[in-house]
């Protein structure tokens, strides 16, 4: 079974990090574009941040350089999102997806995680 499975969301105040762990099963991620996305209460989902396993290509939303680092660990067939200095804007579900490319769209992702909650919140 394909799965991607999220971690390490928790609530942390303002200026604090968190470190989202995104696990796949039953598929190499050698071969993907792995996006973090993030849903807000009563916002649509966004992209926050993409690495391509495949040429290490990165982008970052604007509203999150220099904050939120996304990092691959292939033999753990494993992505990172490290994010610091968070701000209650960043309260949000995060979703990890598996995509051919960066630069495709939700309708376009192969694989869902289930997400997992970041609340930022003092």
């Known amino acids: 079974q394909v799965r991607l499975v999220e971690s390490g969301g928790a609530q942390v105040q303002p200026g604090g990090s968190l470190r989202l762990t995104c696990a796949a099963s039953?598929?190499?991620?050698?071969?993907?574009?792995i996006s973090w996305f993030r849903q807000a209460p009563g916002k649509e989902r966004e992209v926050v941040s993409c690495i391509d396993n495949n040429d290490g290509e990165i982008i970052d939303a604007d509203s999150v350089k220099g904050r939120f680092i996304i990092s691959s660990d292939k033999s753990k067939d494993t992505v990172y999102l490290q994010m610091n200095n968070l701000k209650p804007e960043d309260t949000a579900v995060y979703f990890c997806?598996?995509?051919?490319?960066?630069?495709?769209?939700?309708?376009?992702?192969?694989?869902w995680g289930q997400g997992t909650q970041v609340t930022v919140s003092s």
């Open positions: 039953g598929l190499s991620l050698d071969y993907f574009a």
């Open positions: 997806a598996a995509d051919q490319s960066c630069w495709g769209t939700q309708a376009t992702v192969d694989v």
